[in-house]
């Protein structure tokens, strides 16, 4: 029997199939953020812990953990985790794609369709009971149907997003790696180089995940090259954006809006992001439906039965680790 530590409280079945194998489960009691030193005392104390994004899990975390059986995120992106340091300490990694492609995918429509329509400042107008009635100038927005659709990083969630379109008849533009063949197959979608996707798309929706390379890959030199009615989604990750030259490109309308679901400092924005009105801005709930947080807890937990067990998760992040 192993004693496993959860971060923070979770959708119930990740409890429920560690209990069920026979695992104490410790679930941190905060409502929040875990603070460093009890994320440090927790993960000393366990055989394996469920992560999350806000924990940092780097060599300091690993080495504290003595001989841990792996770390578990409880999300996809996982550059909160050190990668090649778990490699060579020999401890296995893993994150949870697939069981939530779906609901970030969907998010990021909502998020489109939500700055292109204006429906925030829209809501809010109506809530404050000053609208003065139907007016043929008023909250005049962008089309959707027949515009390009721009997909930066088409792996799981961007081609998901991108084959949601089909009801809008979009041209697809993509950058990735790899060539996409479903997109080419299902969409007629263009493999473009960053500089096309971001010269011909109308809405351009940020997928890849975040590393040195991407890091900024958003900033005023991209701005510029957008046409200036063209939309920005990010349902990625924060960084992947200059999140000030962004606040000066929405303000100076270099691009017409941007719908956020991440940001560079969380839980923190920028000055001056929140006082736009072309900007929607949500609290990184991109995977925040029931299916997906209940398929996220579960993989979570089944990837570290695999660790406790010495097998490779079903999602694991380094299997070199089991060679
Ligand atoms: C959420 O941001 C995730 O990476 O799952
Ligand atoms: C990113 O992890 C993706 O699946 O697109």
Not at 166 to 191: C, H, I, Q, W
């Amino acid at each position: 029997m192993a004693q496993v530590f959860v971060t923070r409280k979770l959708p119930e079945v990740a409890e429920k199939v560690l209990r069920g194998a026979g695992h104490t489960v410790i679930v941190a009691g905060q409502d929040g953020p875990l603070p460093r030193d009890e994320f440090i005392s927790g993960v000393a104390r366990a055989d394996a812990v469920i992560t999350l994004l806000t924990d940092k899990v780097d060599g300091e975390a690993m080495d504290a953990a003595g001989s841990i059986k792996g770390f578990a995120n409880y999300a996809v992106g996982f550059d909160n985790m050190d990668v090649a340091a778990a490699t060579k300490r020999g401890i296995p990694l893993s994150n949870t794609p697939g069981v939530l492609t779906g609901a970030t995918a969907e998010m990021a429509w909502a998020l489109l369709f939500a700055v292109s329509r204006r429906l925030v400042e829209s809501d809010t107008i109506m809530r404050s009971g000053r609208w003065p009635g139907w007016g043929p100038m008023q909250f005049i927005g962008g089309d959707v149907g027949g515009r390009t659709l721009g997909i930066v990083g088409a792996g799981r969630i961007g081609t998901a997003m991108a084959l949601k379109s089909r009801g809008f008849e979009m041209p697809v533009l993509y950058t990735d790696e790899s060539r996409n063949e479903t997109l080419e197959r299902e969409l007629g979608a263009r493999k473009v180089d960053l500089d096309t996707l971001l010269a011909e798309s109308d809405y351009v929706s940020v997928h890849v995940p975040l590393m040195p390379s991407t890091r900024h890959l958003f900033g005023t030199k991209a701005f510029q090259r957008m046409k200036n009615t063209a939309y920005l989604i990010n349902t990625a990750r924060g960084a992947v954006i200059n999140e000030a030259e962004l606040v000066q490109a929405l303000r100076e309308r270099v691009i017409a809006g941007a719908g956020l679901d991440v940001y560079e400092f969380e839980p923190k924005m920028v000055a001056g992001l929140a006082e736009l009105d072309n900007v929607v801005i949500t609290p990184h709930t991109a995977s925040a439906t029931e299916d997906s947080r209940n398929g996220m807890a579960e993989l979570a937990a089944r990837n570290v039965l695999a660790m406790l067990e010495g097998r490779e998760p079903e999602t694991c992040l380094n299997p070199e680790v089991f060679q």
